[in-house]
């Protein structure tokens, strides 16, 4: 079958990635081909063709994107998803989906979840990396009911899953983000402060009987710094950005990279949690921008600015 799909052809910023035709490779048995109907962006994605982590020429040209949601098209033999038997016409994410900057991808069954009927396409294709690396990093920090978090970069794609989450669990959440922000932070319960000088001093003059938990979705000296300084039990920070200043402080180091934990058992369980909590109402996938799948660039360049508030999704 013949898909379109977005590559990188070089390392370097967002001009490297342009369109191609290319085949699809068959599905085999236990696997599904899945039309895809929308594709989350995350910073992850330009990372990778930055040079971020490396830039070995075998790699290229290199397919983007790593989580999508549409359509069952074909299915190979009887095949159960990680919520139930997968059929053709069935709605579904697909998570993680190498590649799945593109019209179609093709994906072991285990990693196709059946879609929440209440949330659209373009929101179920950004629910799963942001909220599975946002339930990872508030189990890290042993967040709990009665608990006052604090979450560094809580406007992001990341954050505004944790900031739910938290919130829903029972915790109270102090949450850094630029003023724009903080109107919608305290419509999902938080407390939003916004972050730059004096932030620590702000932090306590909101939480005077302190903070139990801290974590990292920014990696700023300043997120690194405040979390260290206001959390008294270190075991109870966690970074997701590995190269920013709380990894180096001692936060526990989450997802990618030599030293970080990868929760890839926490993660993978985390995805039908995510989706009761959407169907329960009590989880929302915030779409800031939608992009045309050959304007992924242009939807890149904008990521990278690293300003965007909820996902930045491509429509095939
Ligand atoms: N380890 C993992 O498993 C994992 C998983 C997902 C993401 N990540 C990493 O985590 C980071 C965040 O990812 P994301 O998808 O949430 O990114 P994102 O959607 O681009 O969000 C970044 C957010 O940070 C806010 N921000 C900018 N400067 C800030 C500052 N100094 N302090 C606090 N907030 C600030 C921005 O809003 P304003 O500018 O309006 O404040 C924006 O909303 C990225 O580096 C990503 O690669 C790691």
Redesign the pocket.
């Known amino acids: 079958m013949k898909i379109t799909a977005v590559v990188a052809t070089k390392y370097g910023g967002p001009d490297v990635v342009s369109l191609i035709d290319t085949e699809l490779v068959e599905p085999i048995s236990g696997q599904v081909l899945v039309e895809v109907r929308a594709a989350a962006t995350?910073?992850?994605d330009y990372?990778f063709f930055s040079g971020h982590y490396g830039d070995d020429p075998s790699k290229l040209p290199m397919r983007l994107g790593l989580e999508v949601a549409g359509v069952v098209l074909a299915t190979v033999g009887e095949v159960t998803g990680p919520s139930a038997p997968l059929h053709v016409g069935d709605e579904v994410i697909v998570y993680p989906a190498p590649g799945g900057y593109a019209t179609a991808v093709v994906t072991d069954a285990e990693l196709a979840v059946a879609k929440p009927q209440n949330m659209s396409f373009e929101e179920a294709s950004g629910l799963m990396?942001?909220g599975t690396?946002a339930i990872?990093a508030l189990r890290a920090a042993s967040v709990r009911a009665g608990n006052t978090v604090l979450i560094?970069?809580?406007?992001?794609?990341?954050?505004?899953m944790a900031v739910q989450i938290a919130v829903a669990d029972g915790a109270r959440v102090i949450a850094?983000?630029?003023t724009?922000?903080h109107e919608l932070l305290r419509s999902l319960g938080a407390e939003p402060v916004v972050?730059?000088g004096g932030l620590l001093e702000r932090i306590r003059e909101l939480a005077p009987d302190g903070v139990d938990a801290a974590i990292d979705?920014?990696?700023?000296d300043?997120?690194g710094d405040v979390s260290v300084a206001l959390v008294a039990d270190h075991s109870r920070l966690a970074?997701?950005?590995?190269s920013g200043k709380g990894a180096r402080l001692g936060m526990q180091?989450?997802?990618?990279?030599p030293n970080?934990d990868?929760?890839v058992a926490i993660r993978s369980a985390a995805r039908l949690d995510l989706v009761r909590r959407v169907e329960e109402g009590s989880l929302k996938v915030f779409v800031?921008a939608t992009f045309a799948l050959a304007d992924a660039g242009d939807a890149l360049r904008d990521?990278a600015q690293?300003?965007?508030?909820?996902?930045?999704v491509l429509i095939p």
């Open positions: 995350n910073p992850i990372k990396l942001c690396t990872h560094n970069g809580a406007s992001g794609g990341v954050g505004l850094t983000a630029s724009t922000q972050y730059g979705l920014i990696g700023t300043e997120a970074t997701i950005v590995g180091a989450l997802g990618m990279g970080a990868p929760g800031d990521l690293g300003h965007s508030h909820g996902k930045i």
